[in-house]
């Protein structure tokens, strides 16, 4: 069985164990955005270009919001060094890929959910999400 290119493959109780340092950090990461997201709406009315500009281009041009860009960027390496993947800042969404049975899927995690309630295979995603057994139903709406 090979790892396809993860460094770490989880178990569902190591997953788990990472849900409230992963649950922290993506509050720090969400709130980031949503500042920034503020910041850049509130910018735009008086410099409109700004909503067709990359990243890269409105911190040159706004060096003010460097701070909100390195915060989220810190957090999502740091989500990303215990080996699993963020997928949607906003929906908050973390994958931890995952041995079943000799395929590896990802355990998918969203933020407010207690612990690793569903898996997808790699090549789909949140909305083809199945229950891991045993997991309430009432997670996967």
Not at 71 to 98: R, T, V, W
Request: net charge negative.
């Amino acid at each position: 069985m090979s790892n396809i290119g993860f460094d770490k493959l989880f178990s569902e109780e190591e997953a788990n164990e990472l849900i409230p340092r992963l649950e922290i950090l993506m509050r720090q990461l969400q709130m980031q955005a949503t500042s920034l997201r503020t910041r850049i709406d509130e910018l735009s009315v008086t410099d409109p270009s700004i909503l067709h500009c990359t990243m890269n281009e409105i911190v040159g041009r706004y060096p003010e919001l460097r701070s909100f860009a390195t915060n989220m960027a810190d957090a999502a390496a740091q989500i990303e060094s215990f080996g699993c993947i963020l997928k949607d800042i906003e929906m908050g969404l973390i994958d931890f890929p995952y041995d079943a049975d000799d395929e590896v899927v990802f355990l998918c995690w969203q933020f407010g959910e207690p612990r690793v309630v569903a898996w997808h295979s790699i090549n789909s995603g949140f909305s083809e999400r199945q229950p891991l057994p045993g997991a309430p139903n009432r997670w996967l709406n």
